[in-house]
């Protein structure tokens, strides 16, 4: 069975219907073929837009990423600060998938099952992409390589450490998410003026006579 709908149209229609099917029951239990038969489709409508189940995940995500980049380009955005930008880029990240929570949960459990290394590894690869453009959409822009890096693993560390809270947090709007968050951001520019003060700024140390 073949169909001549939009292709952009059927992929969110399969997404969607995916996600549905793991909301009845859960998203270990979701088949390919059931997805197919409650569209009216063939599977190779499926195949041509998506190579296995798992890249059903990645397009859930990547609506997150989309949705996060969407808000950032708001003329508010960039009257906010650096440290405000990322806390409404990962809450908005976040936010796009809340109607989901539970599956969105299954599915990095999922990913986190012992022998899953051919998931884990391109799942590591996607967390470095989502936190690159949330770089990009705060438009940090640091010179020293050294300075990058570690802004890079901060910021991976912190959307990392707010997505697992997300996962167990039943509070109206993901309100202890966004204290948590908050916290976490907070921390880490703290730490990060403590590491850029200019050496002759810092307390000169004591010297003791030998």
């Known amino acids: 069975m073949t169909t001549h709908t939009d292709p952009g149209d059927l992929r969110d229609r399969i997404v969607d219907t995916a996600l549905a099917l793991a909301e009845q029951r859960s998203w270990e239990t979701v088949r390919l073929h059931d997805v197919a038969a409650a569209l009216g489709i063939g599977l190779e409508d499926i195949r041509r837009l998506f190579r296995e189940k798992e890249d059903l995940v990645d397009a859930w995500f990547d609506r997150a990423d989309r949705a996060m980049l969407e808000d950032a380009a708001t003329p508010d955005f960039l009257a906010l600060s650096t440290r405000q930008r990322l806390q409404r ?14 599956v969105t949960r299954q599915m990095i459990l999922g ?7 051919h998931i884990q590894i ?16 705060a438009q940090r822009d640091t010179a020293s390589m050294t300075r990058r890096a570690l802004e890079e693993t901060a910021t991976t560390s912190i959307y990392l450490m707010t997505f697992i809270h997300w996962m167990m947090d ?41």
């Open 170 to 210: 039943e509070s109206p709007q993901s309100a202890r998410t966004a204290e948590f968050l908050d916290r976490r951001l907070k921390e880490a520019e703290t730490l990060a003026h403590l590491v850029s003060r200019p050496q002759a700024a810092r307390p000169a140390a004591d010297h003791k006579p030998h």
């Open 122 to 137: 391109p799942g590591l690869l996607r967390i470095s992409r989502t936190v690159q453009w949330m770089r990009e959409a």
């Open 111 to 117: 990913k986190l099952e012992p022998g899953h290394l």
């Open 89 to 102: 880029e990962i809450m908005h990240w976040l936010t796009s998938l809340s109607t989901h929570r539970r």
